[in-house]
């Protein structure tokens, strides 16, 4: 407690060359936590969306969809493995899907689309795809021909809430139907599988359109943990029928994985950064401090003090520079992703730009413990870093050399 108080003392023999330090670590952790809450937050937000409106944690096709997507690859009577995963207690909820390609048409445009038979409840029980609704309202009425479609699709065909379209694809049967439907809703999901091409009918319409009757294309599982994933995948797996295959959502969307994956590196790489620029901070400090003070330590010494104890001095006055730049660094990072949690950082001006990558316009920043407790281990490793040197060219001086030291 003593060596802390006489290091606190001495710190502040030069104070604005101190509070210059102070500041420099303070913006540094700011930058750090800022570009990492930010980042993690973007990813997890695409991973959230992609995760909630299509892939879930697990999903279930038939053994041949994922090479063929034909509208015959199907996932008959699914009626058993639903029953499994009602009863599993680790799922939060599910949905089941049939899709098909083919065209919407307007009376000026059309444009490939992806067709997906819902069932609206399961659906926003599962990733609250309501909450997605640009414009127009979720409900179907499967009696009259109404349909949600991504917002995408919807600026590209230039049309609106309300307006008539014409579905065109290939019926189970391989014939060529069409049906003309009612837009009720458009959705923006930050998917671009869905807001690019995204067609929305209620289960009943999609089976009359291409005439299918009790068989699904893909089951989706949302579990109440990620962390529960690789146990369920493997129980699952074990228990579908030989024509049926489980997918994580890594397996469907690799480079979402590996975008998480690159964010971690990228944050190592920050840290590096981080602790050069704390590093360099507390070298100037030190450095010249001792070197103004070199005729101190030599009459220190040459009372008889040990030099273990002058090193402890010295280190102890870099770690108070480096705490009080992690104090003051940490409440200013804090506050900062604190609002970005709540308020995010709207990219407005480069919307068009955003939506072709699936980006959201808002990003939301991620508020975790972790990031303060491992800029806090940098700061101490760089602080004691840091000390070395001038340690190393105090420790050369003999006592009476440093005192006539000038």
Same mark, same amino acid.
């Given at each position: ?59 279930? @096709? ?170 369920? @995948? ?36 920050? @840290? ?66 604190? @609002? ?67």
């Amino acid at each position: 407690m003593f060596l802390i108080k006489l290091a606190y003392q001495n710190i502040w023999r030069r104070p604005a060359r101190t509070i210059a330090s102070i500041i420099m670590i303070s913006f540094g952790l700011v930058g750090l936590l800022f570009t990492q809450g930010i980042y993690r937050g973007m990813m997890e937000q695409i991973l959230s969306d992609s995760i909630r409106t299509q892939t879930g944690h697990v999903t279930l @096709y038939d053994h041949e969809y994922r090479k063929m997507k034909k509208i015959s690859n199907t996932i008959e009577n699914p009626k058993h493995i639903l029953e499994y995963i009602e009863k599993d207690e680790r799922v939060q909820s599910y949905f089941v899907r049939m899709i098909q390609n083919g065209m919407i048409t307007t009376a000026r445009n059309s444009r490939p689309a992806n067709i997906l038979g819902i069932d609206p409840v399961q659906e926003k029980a599962f990733g609250k795809l309501d909450e997605y609704m640009e414009s127009g309202t979720y409900d179907f009425d499967s009696e009259n021909h109404e349909i949600i479609i991504g917002a995408e699709l919807a600026r590209k065909l230039k049309t609106k809430v309300g307006k008539k379209i014409v579905l065109q694809t290939q019926a189970k049967d391989k014939s060529l139907v069409s049906e003309a439907y009612k837009i009720k809703g458009i959705i923006r999901t930050n998917n671009p599988f869905i807001d690019q091409s995204g067609v929305f009918l209620s289960q009943p319409q999609f089976n009359r359109l291409i005439g299918t009757k009790n068989e699904v294309h893909q089951i989706s599982v949302m579990l109440k943990d990620e962390l529960m994933l690789n146990d369920f @995948y493997k129980n699952i797996s074990d228990s579908l029928p030989k024509d049926v295959k489980a997918y994580t959502w890594k397996k469907i969307n690799p480079l979402a994985g590996m975008g998480r994956e690159m964010v971690k590196q990228m944050e190592v790489i920050i @840290y590096y950064i981080i602790f050069v620029m704390v590093a360099i901070a507390i070298f100037d400090v030190v450095l010249i401090s001792i070197l103004e003070r070199v005729r101190e330590f030599g009459i220190m010494m040459a009372i008889g003090t040990k030099f273990s104890r002058i090193r402890n001095q010295v280190v102890v006055e870099s770690l108070v520079i480096g705490v009080l730049g992690f104090v003051f660094g940490g409440i200013l990072g804090f506050l900062l992703l604190l @609002y970005l949690k709540n308020y995010g950082i709207n990219f407005d001006f480069a919307e068009s730009g955003m939506n072709k990558f699936g980006w959201a316009t808002t990003m939301y920043a991620k508020l975790e413990l972790e990031y303060f407790i491992s800029a806090f281990i940098a700061t101490l490793i760089a602080t004691g870093a840091a000390s070395i040197v001038p340690i190393f060219i105090l420790k050369r001086l003999k006592p009476m050399q440093a005192i006539y030291f000038t």
